[in-house]
């Protein structure tokens, strides 16, 4: 059974940085893509970044271009998400995904799986 663990959230001061993981389990994704989510109270599901692991090909939401970055480790099997310059909008619970057949990165309906997801709180 594929299981998705998200950790790293936390608070943090505007500016600040957090590194988020999420540790897969259950399925290999190396092959597959992968991406993160956030919701913030009241509002839908919303992109932030995916990737191809295998190739190395990674997508951005323009609200955190150039601040956050997506990676992954094979080895672990594991996806991580540096978040840099972090604002008070940021502020939401963050969640890992991870598909077999995702024909729009951006849409959550595509993938498969869900971690529990793990709390951003950036205080301004």
């Known amino acids: 059974q594929v299981q998705l663990v998200e950790s790293g959230g936390g608070l943090v001061p505007a500016g600040g940085s957090l590194r988020l993981s999420c540790a897969a389990s259950?399925?290999?994704?190396?092959?597959?893509?992968m991406g993160w989510f956030r919701q913030a109270p009241g509002k839908d599901r919303e992109f932030i970044a995916a990737m191809y692991q295998s190739v190395g090909e990674t997508l951005y939401a323009d609200s955190v271009k150039g601040r956050f970055t997506i990676s992954g480790d094979n080895a672990k099997n594991t996806l991580n998400l540096q978040m840099n310059s972090l604002k008070p909008e940021d502020t939401a619970v963050y969640y890992c995904a991870a598909g077999t057949h995702v024909y729009n990165l951006r849409l959550p309906r595509w993938y498969d799986y869900w971690g529990q997801g793990t709390q951003v709180t950036v205080s301004s």
């Open positions: 259950g399925g290999t994704f190396s092959r597959s893509p």
